[in-house]
């Protein structure tokens, strides 16, 4: 048997089994009678069943059910975004600053005319430009606008929030709630909030920010202490890097965990 | 003089107070009920402070003042304090906010739109008085009028200076290593560990005899991490075409790719085979993320390069890229700057440059003055702060607590 | 029924692993599918016999609890929906802790998103965990769903100062001047919490950057897993406390049906995923401790 045979097989019995599931969904459970929201509602729990499946398949190997699945999610996705982005920035922001009469049309309450909202609307006309092969570089206007002020905005920002207050949080103190060598031994607790964790705690945050500096240090060969100092940096990155890939797999096992009940649950109704 | 009545009348009232109160209890023995429902009023609050609102536009005036003796304390029927503004002393007063008990300031903003209702405009004269309620709505006591003060704006936010000296001191220490590298100084940049990987990878495919496989990533032209990566793209092409091995380099991005090519040409030149340079070594595929991690991967699947170079942006495609590197067994050295992706490639690859070795590698290889001159304003930068770090930590343990708030930036 | 699949867990587990090892100590290699297949199991089995597992909130956790629990009531409390459907069964338990939490201490709950799915996700917040569990909450009195602005950071940089400058409505296109609950505010200044819940961009570490810090306001966050650690550092001077994936989100499910009784019968997601994740990281664990074993098998022979 030739491949395309096989493949027209593979997609009759997939199309038969996801209408049998969707026709046994549509009935209610409990004798009610069958009636549009309960079939509309088996359409789209199935249709997400499959799509859910066909990602999944991507497992075994790369094939078409997989390419249509990410397809789906791909252009939905910027469709999504794009009329959310139109209605809500589009309409909800600008039209009510420039237009009663758009005001009326789209439905929202006019507030008043404002001429400055002009400037994001030229500048957003001429991004689009970009879909035009002669007139494309007047977007570059517009995207250096967008670049300038990003960039101005951010610089800010990350000096102060990333930068300044992050410097100042390594001041820490080595020791806390000191009482005396004698009492640190005999109050040793492993506690998250207790003595020796806070202290711990605090050695790792000025150790790890200081060794981690030295190893992007790029002005210096690294040798004697420096290197020494370097290599307890690169460690420390390596530690990070460790906490952050364990917290990845716990990401990506919640999500296989969150379609699973959905498969489980809403889909083949396995669950309590 | 006003300010003078205003205090005798308040001493009356604080004298008057107690006794009417008292009086009210022994005045109304008849009914239990009755006396409880005639809770004693509260004293008002005192020592109310007006001033313009620090570091602002204007439109905003910052009041404090010492609760009422009865908050927290005394009849302990506090509930909160009503703030309330008139344009004179007499009134009408117009409540602004509310606030609750136990609080000491509040700072009353207003609008700097005109046609706003809660316009509040700077330069004339306001009067704050402070209402002390209870719970009982009847019950309350009002404070004197303090006043007048004018709201108005500045012109430097003296709130911000930090933020101010490190940009100051950042941009000089920039443009002043750009100069220098721009006047042909040597400056000195230690050579790293993954430059050296490199070219053993390049000899290692060249005695294969198969091709390396260079990824830009997912950015744009304009990314740092891009231009980084076409320096080092620049290095590769250029060794690669003085041992006429192969090379392939796919585009996630149109620019990226025209810039990719000029570069693989420029390197193809300066090794002294210009005629080995291909168009079709440098090819876009798509810019779909997932279509061309696809597209990827089956490159490496079919043409088994020696060696895989990830240099560049790279998101969620990082691990599926490296991985399926490292399961067609190539070399793989990886550098980006996407903190989030780094130690996929870390477990994936056998090299890889994290964070900024990824700039310093090109600023190594390139000279380029102004990656270069970056590179070593940051290295300074980052001495800067190794300093401050030190300063401030040993203050801190030595029980000087005065530094740290040198680093406090208020709004 | 608990206690039986969990030894069918274990069973299945346990079996499954010493397969591996056995092929890996005899040097031979275990196709990929097979892996996934495992893994599978391993989380496929734990939800089907719902195996769950006590919880403790750890202290990053319970600062945020503490912080929505000392709040006086009537407090405004806003939540921003910074995430979509592909992020949800990880960040979705802690954004609907979050609206409950807070709504059962009387709060003002103000939703928002700086994701466009955000608004969405927001809107079947409303209808699943306010309508079903708080029908007394009135919409524009005790709730509201501002929805989305695009800008990114740009929104926060413009409604630290002034709401109304991005949201002229809210999300049904009702004049925000004609809701209650937005009497007196002018900006996110007048907030009292701030919470973010992601994993991207624009996310917790933009809502500390553009609001939190400039105008100090208290900042919360649930994140995602994959960016929880990149958040560490601003704990807890710039954010006040972290739900770090589905185990904060567990931790904090399980503080509040500690104080809250009435929250014993609502689903709680977060609880229900740890038993699954468990036995999956266990697996994960013995699958690195087995593909080490393999490779120094390998080495050694090739050696």
């Known amino acids: 048997m030739n491949g395309s045979r096989w493949t027209m097989i593979v997609l009759i019995a997939v199309v038969t089994l996801f209408l049998v599931s969707w026709a046994i969904k549509s009935f209610p459970s409990s004798g009610d009678t069958i009636s549009w929201p309960s079939i509309r509602h088996a359409f789209f729990v199935t249709l997400a069943a499959f799509v859910t499946l066909a990602i999944f398949s991507f497992l075994y190997k790369d094939n078409p059910y997989y390419k249509f699945a990410e397809h789906l999610f791909v252009g939905v996705s910027a469709a999504y975004w794009m009329c959310v982005g139109f209605w809500s920035t589009f309409v909800g922001n600008l039209i009510p600053r420039i237009s009663p009469g758009l005001s009326k049309f789209f439905g929202v309450p006019y507030k008043e005319f404002t001429f400055y909202y002009f400037v994001p609307l030229i500048l957003g006309i001429l991004l689009l430009m970009r879909l035009s092969s002669k007139a494309g570089w007047l977007s570059r206007w517009a995207l250096a606008f967008i670049v300038g002020t990003t960039a101005g905005l951010n610089l800010i920002r990350y000096l102060r929030s990333d930068f300044i207050s992050q410097v100042s949080n390594t001041f820490v103190p080595l020791l806390v709630q000191w009482k005396g060598t004698g009492a640190f031994f005999s109050d040793f607790s492993l506690a998250s909030g207790g003595q020796f964790t806070l202290m711990l705690t605090n050695w790792v945050i000025f150790i790890g920010t200081f060794c981690g500096l030295i190893y992007f240090f790029f002005s210096k060969e690294h040798k004697g202490v420096f290197g020494a100092a370097s290599r307890v940096g690169i460690w420390v990155l390596m530690i990070t890097f460790g906490a952050s890939f364990g917290y990845t797999v716990m990401g990506r096992v919640s999500l296989l965990v969150g379609r699973l009940t959905f498969l489980f649950d809403d889909w083949l109704g396995l669950m309590n | ?411 | ?303």
């Not at chain 2, 560990?193 to 032209?221: C, F, H, N, Q, S």
């Not at chain 3, 009292?192 to 961009?201: A, D, E």
Request: charged residues 15%; glycine residues 10%; aromatic residues 10%.
């Open chain 3, 1 to 303: 029924m608990n206690n039986l699949g969990l030894i069918i867990s274990f069973l299945v587990i346990g079996a499954g692993l010493l397969w591996f090892l056995l092929r890996a100590l005899q040097g031979k290699e275990v196709e990929r599918r097979i892996i996934f297949v495992f893994i599978g199991l391993a989380v496929s089995v734990p939800i089907l016999f719902s195996i769950t597992f006590a919880e403790k909130a750890s202290p990053i956790v319970k600062a945020v609890y503490d912080k929505i629990e000392n709040l006086p009531d009537g407090s405004r409390v806003l939540i921003s929906y910074d995430y979509g459907p592909s992020m949800a069964p990880e960040v979705e338990p802690m954004s609907n802790a979050f609206l409950r939490h807070s709504l059962a201490k009387g709060h003002k709950v103000y939703l928002m998103g700086l994701w466009a799915t955000g608004q969405s996700i927001a809107a079947t917040a409303i209808d699943s965990v306010v309508r079903r569990e708080f029908p007394e909450k009135v919409y524009g009195v005790d709730f509201v769903n501002l929805g989305y602005k695009a800008g990114n950071q740009g929104v926060l940089n413009v409604i630290i100062t002034d709401i109304r400058k991005m949201y002229l409505t809210d999300v049904g296109g009702i004049d925000l001047d004609s809701l209650p609950i937005m009497d007196g505010i002018k900006s996110l200044r007048n907030m009292n919490l701030l919470m973010s819940v992601g994993g991207g961009f624009p996310g917790i570490k933009e809502w500390i950057q553009f609001a939190g810090d400039p105008g100090h306001i208290p900042v919360a966050g649930g994140s995602a897993a994959v960016s929880a650690p990149l958040l560490y550092p601003y704990y807890p001077t710039q954010l006040l406390g972290l739900l770090g994936g589905i185990k904060g989100a567990a931790e904090y499910e399980a503080e509040l049906k500690r104080h809250y009784p009435q929250f014993a019968d609502t689903p709680q997601p977060g609880i229900k995923m740890m038993g699954p994740q468990t036995l999956a990281h266990l697996v994960i664990m013995a699958f690195i401790i087995i593909g080490n074993i393999s490779f120094f098998v390998a080495r050694r022979r090739r050696g």
């Open chain 2, 1 to 411: 003089m006003k300010r003078q009545f205003l205090l005798l009348l308040l001493l009356c009232f604080a004298v008057a107070a107690p006794l009417a109160t008292a009086q009210t209890a022994e005045d109304s023995p008849l009914s239990g009920e009755a006396a409880v429902a005639v809770s004693p009023a509260p004293g008002p609050v005192s020592n109310i402070q007006l001033k313009d609102t620090d570091n602002d536009h204007g439109h905003s005036v910052t009041l404090s003042w010492e609760i009422s003796p009865d908050d927290g304390a005394g009849l302990n029927n506090v509930i909160g304090y009503e703030i309330h503004r008139a344009l004179s002393p007499e009134g009408p007063f117009v409540k602004r906010a509310g606030v609750p008990a136990g609080s000491h300031s509040h700072v009353d903003v207003g609008s700097k739109e005109e046609s706003s209702p809660d316009y509040m405009k700077d330069y004339i004269d306001y009067y704050y008085k402070i209402r002390t309620i209870t719970a009982d709505s009847a019950v309350n006591a009002e404070s004197t009028v303090a006043g007048p003060i004018q709201s108005y704006g500045q012109w430097f936010n003296t709130g911000r200076v930090p933020v101010l000296i490190f940009v100051a001191c950042f941009l000089a220490l920039t443009l002043y290593f750009i100069n220098r590298a721009k006047g042909g100084a040597d400056l000195y940049v230690r050579p790293l560990a993954g430059i050296g990987a490199v070219d053993e990878a390049i000899g290692r495919a060249t005695e294969m005899g198969k091709p390396i496989l260079y990824v830009l990533g997912l950015g744009t032209a304009a990314d740092i991490a891009t231009i980084a990566s076409y320096t080092i793209l620049g290095r590769v092409a250029k060794k690669v075409a003085e041992y006429q091995t192969g090379l392939i380099v796919p585009c996630y991005d149109p620019i990226v790719m025209t810039v990719a090519q000029e570069t693989v040409k420029a390197s193809y030149a300066d090794a002294g085979r210009p005629d080995s340079y291909k168009e079709d070594m440098v090819y876009f595929v798509t810019q779909s993320q997932f279509a061309y991690v696809a597209a990827v991967n089956g490159t490496m699947l079919r043409d088994l390069p020696a060696t895989n170079i990830y240099m560049g942006k790279f998101y969620a495609e990082s691990l599926i890229l490296a991985e399926t590197g490292a399961l067609a067994g190539s070399i793989q050295i990886a550098g980006t700057d996407e903190i989030a992706q780094i130690p996929f490639f870390v477990v994936a690859c056998d090299y890889t440059l994290i964070g900024e070795e990824l700039y310093a590698a090109s600023a190594y290889l390139g000279r380029e003055p102004l990656l270069l001159g970056s590179l070593k304003a940051q290295d300074y930068a980052k001495a800067g702060v190794i300093l401050i770090a030190l300063v401030g930590f040993i203050l801190l343990n030595f029980g000087v607590d005065g530094f740290k708030e040198f680093f406090f930036v208020s709004n």
